[in-house]
Every structure is written in C-alpha cells, then in structure tokens.
C-alpha cells in the first residue's frame, strides 16, 4: 500500500517505472488488468469477490474522470468504448485521437496524449496495448504509435494502413510476449484485410498474415478471381484471444467486400467472417472456422474468441465460444479449429441450415434484393463489438444480444459493385442480456431491457456471484449471474459504453465503466 | 388484446398518418452526404459541374479501355485505384494522362487542356465519391409485387385497423415507396408512435398517458394534459398498451412475396 501510494506520487517527477509484468499477463487479473479483456483468455471473469452478492447493496461511487474534448469529427457525441488498461494503479484510457493516463484510487488525470485528426473514422477506439514500460496506441488513420507508461511521451510512431485507401484504426493491440499485434478496420472502399505483428522495441513490421489468400494458396478457390480476392474486405478491427500453452493467437475477421453486394465474389470467401487461430510467431495459419460464408449482411466475425476449459459429452476439453454478429453461438475445439456446437442466439432466418463444418449455409433469398428482404435479425446483427463475459463458476456465456428485424437491399446491381453496394434498415429492435449454456446453447436466463433502443454495453462477471453490464438508458446494473435477477443499478449520465472492468487496489475492489465521455470507478467502502 | 386494444390501434393509426405529412422523415441528401464525408475523413466534396464535363471527356477518350463508369475494362478499375484515392485536385492523376503509361499499353493524352485534366480527374473523384459515401445510396425501384395479392393480404391481416379509403387514403402519394414499405412494416421506424400506459399507484389512483420512458427501474408517462409523472415501477401496478402490437405480430409472419405484394397494393392509394 505504502509502495503504491509512493509510486502514484513520484508518476508526477518521472521517477517510477510503470513497468508491467509480463507474468501478468498470463494470470486472471486481480490487481492487474493488463490488457483489452483482462487477460489472454477473453472471458472478463474476475477472480475478485471483494464486491459480491451480499454486499452489492453497499456498493457506491468512488470517484469519476471526465474527458473533455467536446464532440469529436463526424461522430455526434464522445463515446469511451476503450477497456482502461490497470497496472500499478495507474488506468490507461482512450478515444480515438486522445490517451490519458488516470489515478485509479482517485480518478486524477495524470498525463494526456493527443493525436491531431488528420483522417480515418473516429467511430471508436478500444484502448492500448502494454510491454513493460511502453504503451500501444492506434490513432485513427492508421498510425501505430508507442508512448512512455510514465509520462505519454511518444516514442515512435509507424504508419500501417492507408487512410486515403478507407482503412482505419480503433483496435487496442495486443501484446505477447516480443509480439505488438495490430488489427485494422475499413470497409467503404474494397481494400483486403490483414493483420500484422510489430516490434515492441521498435515498431518493425515482424509478420503480416493477410485475409485473403494469394493465388494458388489453399482458399484461394473459394474467390472467383484476382480483382475479388485483393478487395475483398475482411477487417481485423477488435482484439482477439491467446492460449499460452497451445501458442495460437485466435482472431475474428469481418466480412467481405463489397458489403452487400456479393455478385462479384462468388464463394465462400475465405478468410473473411472467420475466427483462425495463427501462429504468433510467425503469423502462419493453423486453422479457420468460417463463421458467414459469402456474408452478404455486414456482419463481422470480429466478436471475441472466448477460451475457457470445458466438458462437452463428459470429457474435459479446451474449447472457444463465440456469439457471432450473424445470430449463432459457436463452440469449437480450439486445439483444432472442429466445431462442436452450432446454435442460434437470435434470429437467424438468412441461414438455411448447417454445412458439415456445422457453418451455417446462407440462404440467397435473405441476400440483399433490390426490392428488399425481411430478416428476422437486427441490421447491425445479433450482438456487435460490446465485450461478452464467460463465469466459469455458473458454466454460462452471457452476450448483449440483439433481437428484431430489418430489411436489406441491393442497390450496386452492377457486375462490378463497389464499396457497401446495398443498405440495411432495423425496422424493430430489442436488447436482451442472454446467460447460454455454452454445451447447449440453451438460454438458461434472458433479461430483456424494456423500451426501444438498443444497449451496447460489455459484460463483466466475477466471483463474488456477479454480473455487470448496462442497458440503453444509461443504467449500470449488476445481475446474480446464476439466476438473472438484478440485484444493484445505478443510473450514469450516459448508457454504458465499453466493457467494465474490475482491479483490486490497496484491498479495495473498483469497477470501473466508461459511460460516455466519463469513467466511473465504484467500490464497497469500510 | 380486446376492444379497447383495437380502438387504440385505430386511435393510433389515424395519428401516424396525420403525422407524417408534417414530419420531415428523411434528412435532405445534401446533408446526408456530408454528414458521411465527414464520418469517412474524405475531402471537399468533388465539383460537380467540371465532373459532368469530365465524364464527357472520359466517354469518348478513357471509357474503351477503363469501362463506361471508370471500374475496369480491359484497363484497370480506376476507382479503386490508389493513385486516385491519393489524388486531391489532379496533380497525380494529370501527369499520368498527359504522359500515359507506355510499358502498360496507355498512350499518352498530351493535348488535353489544364482544365480538361482538372474535369476528368474531378469525374474520377465524383465516381469514387458515389462508392464510398454510402449515406448518399439511393434504393432503386421496390414496387414489384402484385397488387391483387396484395390487396387479398390486406383483407386478411389489415382491415381490422385500417381502410384503404379513411386512414389510409392518399398514403400512396404522399409517401416515397422505400418509406411507405418501412411505414407498414412497422410505423415506429420512421415515425414516433406513443405507446399507452394505464397506472394504477398504491393509493389507488388510476391514470392514463403515453409512455415518456421506461427501464427496469423507472416509469414516465404524460397524461393528456400534458403533465409528466413518474414512479419507480415496483412501486406502481401498470399495463402498457403497443398500438403496434398488430404489426409487431405480423413481421415474423410475412413472406418477402407477402411484403411485396403489399406494398404494390399500397402505393395504388393514390
């Protein structure tokens, strides 16, 4: 404690290191919340119960951090969608242009990085990266740039996607071990996917793995030509998940271009609407599960990989869960990519049935048609970015799902479409907070949110029996994660906007919301 | 669902059509478009007059090679290329014009005018502009169903509430088809349509008004003078009452031919 308070008042002069462990990073987060989900697995369970559910009641402010740059280009209102990093009691936090680094016992702003907006969309970003004393930030148009824990110094920055060609950069990078992977997004103009791993000393490019396959690679039948495969799409814009023991890095890739407009990509189109699980060292293939062959929906399979330990059919296996944009929850083995459970959590009436992959078979009469197409789904699909959460203590995968319809039309009727090529349109929309028994994919206990809109909110759960998330009138609430029942809310000035997190500081347990352009830390006082 | 859910939609649907004849639904495409321009980080919007002089220009000299619309022919898709993405004002794509690219087969244009470069290059810009900035899509023509079919589904599912003569006259004039489509799919997407609540507090109050907000937590409603209440909702008994309820049970139902067909009956209200 004494150590902590020490080094929270030497951050000022520049003398502690802020140096993060990199056992950490391999360990449930306690004190640590090292990186966008915690810790490699994905699952935003905390082993925390200093907070639970027979003193939820006590739970209150601790502090809150605004940030106050005022609305931001092309986007109405400051959303912060990052997961602050925790490490030696010091929040790292971003949006897109901007990092600060805050207190965590007292919410009091430490230093500020600002980016000067020279391009990309400013839609989101989901927060930094860490290795040892150094931050990883993505700005909007495609720069990677490292900063100093201590001070927000910038290091060095790298260019890594073109703005002008329509990429953009949100992701928070992951760090493993002597690897800063970097993900990028950008759908508007037919540019192909890729995802890259840099040097955490220097920023030199280590590996690339692209999408799409190059001619005469395994995939590259599933494209009808050269032009459709190099602008094809397949964006890498959220982090993905690691299992150490395994070494595969696994990652969700987004859909395919052109958007809606399929006609000039007939196929499958490999690697995009994927999870593969790479080799991050090398950044070679080991498998791939295709999520939406051809998707002609915008719905990317970005969602995050969840690893956890479980038993299917009586026997203990490692698996991966994943609740898809497109409506299906998906387990796989993730030791070999095979599927074992295929099930929708949300209308999925644009799938005609399972392939022998267990990869849904798109119906092409739920593809957009000029005339339009009624889909039993929302347009933005059945969950989105928001984080979702795996207890390994209840056995259930919990996701903010989506429930509604929309229609979907083909405007680009072209031989050679371009960009979006169609539109989408949500008629009807429902949020609903749904607990899934990952063997079944039953749904053990669905909180529908009442009223019109739509939450956005991550999912955390932890030890103390507790589920956190929030609905779209801008409440913070906690859910007993076994049966549903909501047992604390509290209402923020805005609906809760990325992932919360939880980190045990000097014996208190914080949770911490973005909500909006303000960050909330919450705690049981004594 | 009794009488009085019926009256309501009735109530309703009369208020959502009398509504809408004010309500500016869509935003004018102008601004649509710069609202995109400036979510996508893309420049001043092309000049459209030097790039209708340029698709001239473009047709009778580029188009055998680059296609009618500039992506691709037996030349390269121009709007896609990253040269002219990385173009402002035509001081990339002009050098290349007027001194061709002779080891790829493009001869040279050397007599086009500084102006002829600036038209072309801004109708390659209008051309990218079109792809990218999808905020300035337009759906194409929706109306393809049978209006005879049409008008048999509506018998079936829609009469109870509706008449094509009485709330329902004239919507196929006042209406665009790709809103009159979202319209009876569900009206809530383009237009607010209050959902109706009954309360009836601990001391026995009973009160009627249209639901301001509602969470888990938290009832608002506003009687029909105007007066915003609120209770927290475990407090309080109430019923909400969807006008919509009608159209939320039909949309699982409906067929892509069904909607089709109803929509073409619908736009024939003239």
Redesign the interface.
């Known amino acids: 404690m004494r150590t902590a308070a020490l080094c929270i008042a030497l951050i000022s002069s520049l003398v502690c290191a802020q140096t993060l462990d990199p056992a950490k990073l391999s360990q449930p987060p306690t004190d640590t919340w090292p990186t966008y989900n915690g810790d490699y697995s994905g699952r935003r369970f905390s082993p925390l119960k200093d907070i639970r559910l027979d003193n939820i009641r006590e739970l209150s402010l601790a502090w809150m951090y605004r940030v106050k740059t005022g609305p931001q280009r092309g986007v109405s209102n400051v959303q912060i969608k990052s997961t602050p990093l925790e490490v030696n009691g010091v929040l790292y936090l971003t949006i897109p242009d901007h990092v600060w680094a805050v207190d965590a016992h007292s919410g009091t702003e430490l230093w500020h990085y600002e980016w000067k907006d020279q391009g990309g969309h400013l839609i989101g970003n989901r927060g930094v990266g860490m290795y040892g004393d150094w931050l990883y930030f993505l700005a909007p148009d495609g720069w990677l740039i490292s900063l100093n824990a201590a001070d927000g110094a910038e290091r060095w920055r790298v260019h890594v996607a073109d703005a002008k060609l329509q990429y953009f950069t949100t992701m928070a990078p992951l760090v493993i071990r002597d690897h800063v992977v970097i993900g990028v997004g950008g759908d508007a103009m037919d540019v192909p996917g890729f995802l890259e791993s840099r040097d955490p000393k220097t920023g030199a490019l280590q590996w690339r793995w692209n999408t799409e396959p190059q001619a005469g690679e395994p995939g590259a039948e599933t494209w009808p030509d050269a032009a459709a495969r190099e602008h094809g799409g397949g964006m890498t814009w959220l982090p993905g998940t690691y299992d150490a023991e395994l070494n595969l890095l696994y990652w969700g890739t987004g859909n395919p271009n052109p958007v809606f407009a399929g006609q000039s990509r007939k196929g499958a189109n490999l690697w995009t609407c994927s999870i593969v699980a790479l080799n991050p060292d090398n950044g070679k293939l080991a498998w791939y599960f295709q999520a939406s062959p051809h998707d002609t929906h915008d719905w990317d399979d970005v969602e995050t990989p969840v690893l956890f330990d479980g038993m299917v059919d009586g026997r203990p296996r490692k698996v991966m869960a994943q609740a898809a944009r497109n409506g299906f929850l998906f387990l796989l083995d993730r030791t070999n990519g095979k599927n074992i459970l295929s099930v929708p959590y949300s209308g999925a009436d644009w799938a005609d049935g399972l392939d022998v992959n267990g990869q849904p078979i798109p119906n092409p009469k739920k593809a957009p048609q000029r005339d339009g197409t009624l889909v039993n789904i929302p347009e933005q699909g059945g969950t989105n970015w928001y984080p979702p959460s795996f207890d390994p203590d209840t056995g259930m995968f919990y996701v903010n799902a989506q429930k509604g319809f929309s229609l979907f039309y083909l405007i680009d009727e072209s031989a050679n479409p371009e960009g979006y090529g169609g539109s989408g349109l949500t008629l009807w929309w429902q949020s609903a907070l749904e607990a899934i028994d990952y063997r079944t994919g039953k749904i053990c206990w669905s909180h529908t949110f009442p009223g019109t809109g739509r939450s956005e909110s991550g999912v955390l759960s932890t030890a103390g029996g507790l589920l956190f998330s929030g609905d779209q009138h801008g409440n913070l609430i906690a859910f007993n994660a076994k049966t549903g029942a909501l047992v604390w809310h509290f209402h923020l000035t805005a609906p809760v906007s990325n992932g919360p997190m939880t980190v045990e500081l000097g014996g208190t347990q914080y949770l911490i919301v973005g909500a909006g352009d303000t960050l909330y830390a919450f705690a049981v006082r004594r | 669902m009794g009488g009085r859910t019926i009256a309501l939609h009735l109530l309703c649907a009369v208020s959502v059509f009398a509504q809408a004849s004010q309500t500016p639904r869509s935003t004018p495409l102008d601004e649509r478009l710069q609202?995109g321009r400036?979510?996508?980080?893309l420049g001043a919007p092309p000049d459209a007059g030097a790039a209708a002089a340029g698709q001239k220009i473009f047709s009778a000299n580029c188009a055998f090679c680059h296609?009618a619309?500039a992506?691709?022919g037996e030349g390269p898709?121009l709007?896609?290329s990253?040269l002219v993405?990385?173009d402002e004002k035509g001081e990339l794509i002009g050098p290349v014009i007027q001194n061709g690219r002779p080891d790829k087969g493009m001869p040279a244009f050397s007599n086009f005018t500084s102006e002829q470069l600036h038209d072309l290059a801004e109708f390659l810009h209008q051309r990218?502009y079109e792809?990218?900035n999808?905020w300035g899509?337009?759906?194409?023509?929706?109306?393809?169903?049978s209006t005879s079919a049409g008008q048999s589904f509506f018998s079936q599912h829609c009469t109870s509430c509706h008449s094509p003569s009485g709330d329902l006259a004239h919507v196929g004039s006042k209406y665009q088809a790709t809103d009159l489509?979202?319209l009876f799919?569900?009206p809530?997407?383009l237009l607010p349509v209050p959902v109706h609540v009954s309360i009836r507090t601990p001391e026995g109050h009973e009160i009627d008004g249209t639901l301001v907000?509602?969470?888990?937590?938290t009832i608002v409603i506003k009687d029909k003078l105007g007066r915003m209440f609120s209770w927290q909702t475990e407090k309080i008994q109430f019923e909400t009452h969807d006008p919509l309820a009608g159209h939320?049970d039909l949309?699982?139902r409906?067929t892509?031919a069904d909607?089709?067909n109803v929509l073409a009956y619908l736009v024939t209200l003239k």
């Open positions: 609202r400036e979510f996508l980080g296609g619309t992506n691709g898709n709007v896609r990253s993405l990385h990218v792809a990218v999808r899509y337009q759906v194409g023509n929706i109306v393809t169903g489509q979202a799919l569900f809530r997407t907000s509602q969470d888990d937590f939320l949309l699982p409906y892509d909607m089709h």
